[in-house]
């Protein structure tokens, strides 16, 4: 599986658009884009995933670049609760996600 | 909602013990998974299922081993625990990659 690469921490203002970046350079044609959080002392949890096209659910938008080495998920308003770590991985077909270390979003008041 | 259980949220136990961790599913899925998440370390996977009966070792399997005797459960076994056991173990549930992984809350476990 393609490896990964995430800042370590952002911070965030309340209600203001949270931006995370994901790097993965070296992502295969059947690879998907997951994208993962973990808040504090739970399980983590599926946000939203992607192949090519940009997707958008009722939790997030996912924006994958057109050469498919980068992608960002978007939190249009991001909210206290959105206090998290959040993992970018990528995936073929072989069901076993494999986590980095996560960008730790941190929402300010 | 797919829901997947962990039978206890915290676990102390001691060493030289043997340890049963159950994970439940109740959606039907193929697939189960065992991770481990470690401050600095992340999430690091024990043991994966595929069906009934059937295992893999992931990347730390060392330890540890798993029964999958029934499509809805999981049991993660430490045949003797030890205080490098000591982490928070989370299970994981999933169909297909379409729709990832629904991990459960997870079990923090202490070895004295």
């Known amino acids: 599986d393609a490896k990964t690469t995430q800042p370590p921490s952002m911070d965030c203002a309340e209600g203001r658009a949270a931006n995370l970046p994901c790097n993965h350079s070296t992502i295969s044609g059947n690879e998907y884009v997951y994208w993962y959080r973990q808040i504090h002392s739970q399980g983590p949890q599926y946000i939203i995933h992607g192949l090519k096209n940009n997707e958008t659910n009722e939790m997030a938008s996912l924006i994958i670049t057109e050469d498919r080495k980068s992608s960002t998920l978007i939190l249009p308003h991001a909210t206290l609760r959105d206090t998290a770590v959040y993992y970018c991985i990528v995936n073929n077909a072989g069901n076993m996600l494999t986590f980095g270390g996560g960008t730790r979003l941190m929402v300010k008041p | 909602d797919v829901k997947v259980t962990q039978s206890s949220r915290y676990l102390v136990k001691r060493t030289g013990e043997k340890v049963f961790l159950e994970c439940v599913q109740d959606m039907d899925h193929e697939n189960m998974f065992w991770y481990r998440q470690d401050p600095g370390l992340g999430l690091r996977l024990i043991y994966f299922s595929y069906d009934v009966k059937m295992k893999e070792k992931g990347d730390i399997p060392e330890g540890y081993s798993v029964s999958r005797e029934k499509k809805e459960r999981f049991s993660l076994i430490l045949e003797s625990a030890s205080t490098n056991q000591t982490s928070m173990y989370l299970c994981?549930?999933?169909?297909?990659?379409?729709?990832?992984?629904?991990f459960g809350s997870g079990t923090r476990l202490t070895v004295v």
């Open positions: 994981a549930s999933s169909q297909t990659d379409y729709y990832g992984y629904t």
